[in-house]
């Protein structure tokens, strides 16, 4: 078995290659990380560790390792990682490390196009925005790599060490010092696989048909809600949004307000769940 571990230090892991940029390292290569390429061919390593590393790197650098890690890794090779969790004080303070590199739980989503993810439960990494796990493709481009992520490990405060996971997940998300710091267990998918269709309408499919799609099933909602004898302020956002009418190119006006076809999907989607919510509601 190969195994690298970079960002050695004086703590090489037994039996490993160790891989620094300090000559008063125990490493067996030294190297840029920020720069310089792994000496090792593609897909011939089994694992690579990082403790500590990756969060003193440029953000550049930080890709160019990560590129690197997943071109020499093996297929189903893991990478395993340990840094610092980005919201304690000593972290931001500390003038050595780039704090461009934000590391908590949701730093990986976006090395991977999976729609959900074992290593978290739903419920923490959702939001309305980002309704999937994989978020590769959030700033439409393609990175040629890809990363499962196979387990996180917080390594917490010891005033938090006996709170439940609820209680812990609130204090993540809401406090400083918490975490002190955090552990990922990342898988290579390779070959990397291409772009999925995202979003409520697919890149083939003719906006502006599904737009008159999405008006006609909220008429349908508000003729629903009509004879139900609700309250008009459920219907107000609705019975605006009919109005939606094309008044140039890609453009629309809804009761006054002018918004592109492709934005005006996901605002009629926003108001077609909220219906629906309340359809349900309704028994």
């Given amino acids: 078995m190969i195994v690298l571990d ?3 230090g004086r703590k090489k892991i037994t039996g490993a290659i160790g891989i620094d940029f300090s000559a008063m390292s125990d490493a067996d290569i030294l190297l840029d ?7 090792f061919e593609d897909s011939s390593v089994d694992l690579i560790f990082s403790s500590h590393t990756l969060e003193h790197l440029t953000l550049e650098g930080f890709l160019h390792v990560m590129q690197e890690c997943y071109r020499v890794l093996k297929p189903l090779g893991q990478l395993k990682i340990v840094v610092p969790y980005f ?3 000593a972290n931001l303070a500390n003038p050595f490390h780039n704090n461009n590199i934000c590391f908590n739980e949701h730093t990986f989503r976006f090395f991977s196009s ?4 074992d290593a978290l439960p739903k419920q923490e990494y959702v939001s309305p925005s980002c309704p999937h796990w994989g978020l590769r493709y959030s700033a439409n481009s393609e990175i040629g790599i890809e990363f499962k992520t196979l387990a996180m490990s917080y390594f917490y405060f010891p005033e938090y060490a006996d709170a439940t ?3 812990k997940f609130l204090a993540r998300s809401s406090k400083m010092n918490v975490v002190d710091q955090i552990a990922y267990s990342l898988e290579t998918v390779k070959p990397c696989p291409v772009r999925p269709e995202t979003g409520p309408v697919g890149a083939s499919d003719d906006p502006f048909v599904f737009v008159e799609q999405q008006l006609e099933h909220i008429r349908h909602q508000v003729a629903y809600f009509e004879t139900r004898e609700v309250g008009e302020s459920v219907l107000n956002a609705a019975r605006r949004a009919v109005t939606a009418a094309r008044v140039d190119g890609s453009i629309f006006s809804v009761d006054g307000v002018l ?4 934005f005006l999907i996901y605002e009629l989607d926003v108001i077609i769940q909220d219906l629906r919510r309340k359809i349900d509601g309704l028994g």
């Avoid at 999976?114 to 993810?117: A, R, S, V, W």
């Fill in 87 to 89: 919201t304690t004080t």
């Fill in 259 to 262: 918004t592109p076809v492709n």
């Fill in 165 to 167: 996971d609820s209680e």
């Fill in 33 to 39: 990380l920020n720069k310089e390429d792994l000496p």
């Fill in 6 to 8: 970079i960002g050695c």
């Fill in 114 to 117: 999976d729609t959900e993810t």
